[in-house]
Structure formats: C-alpha cells, structure tokens
C-alpha cells in the first residue's frame, strides 16, 4: 500500500474523533487565555492541568474507539494499515493541535 493510502486511511480515522478532541484542545488554549496574564507560576499550574486533562481525554478516545468502533478496525486492517500505525500517528498529532491550541492562547494577547 502506499504512502497516499495510508495517509488517507490515517485522516479518515482521525476524523472519528476529531471533532471532540479539537473541542478539547481548544478548551485548554482558551483556559491558557484565560489565565495567560497572570504570574508565570499560575502559568504552569495550568499547563501541568490543562496537560493532565488532555492526557485522560486521549486515553478516553482510546478506550472508547477501542470498545464501541471496533468493528470499523476490521476495515482498515483489511485496507492494510495496523491499528497501532492508526492510534501512532493520529494521538500525536491531536497532542500537536493542543500545543498548538496554548501557544495561540498565551500569545493571542
């Protein structure tokens, strides 16, 4: 299978989800703006939180893909892509678009 396969493959799964993960992300950059003018230990006291709750949130997708959608991994093991690939590249990424979410939400000011 291709690079353009795998690529699409991983996009579609991620799109399972994407919606209430980037709610998420964007709820912890609004947190960060919220919060951004304060003193720089408040400032990681919410990164540290904010990390936490994006953290269990993931491992909530996770486990609960894995429980309601497992039959929808049948599909992409028989496209030819391995749900631990699916799981490595879009976890990463959806922690991305949270770092991402707090540099917006620090520097918006």
């Given at each position: 299978?291709?690079?353009?396969c ?7 799964f ?5 919606a209430?993960a980037?709610a ?21 006291v919410i990164?540290v939180?904010?990390f ?20 929808i ?5 028989n496209?030819g ?7 490595g ?21």
């Amino acid at each position: 299978m291709g690079a353009g396969c795998t690529l699409r493959a991983c996009i579609s799964f991620y799109r399972m989800y994407m919606a209430p993960a980037f709610a998420v992300s964007c709820s912890c950059g609004g947190i960060m703006y919220a919060y951004s003018m304060k003193a720089p230990a408040v400032i990681g006291v919410i990164i540290v939180a904010t990390f936490w709750f994006k953290v269990a949130t993931m491992a909530f997708f996770y486990f609960a893909m894995k429980r309601k959608a497992w039959k929808i991994f049948y599909y992409y093991k028989n496209v030819g892509v391995s749900v631990r690939w699916l799981w490595g590249t879009t976890l990463p990424f959806d922690f991305l678009t949270y770092v991402a979410a707090l540099f917006v939400g620090y520097y918006i000011r």
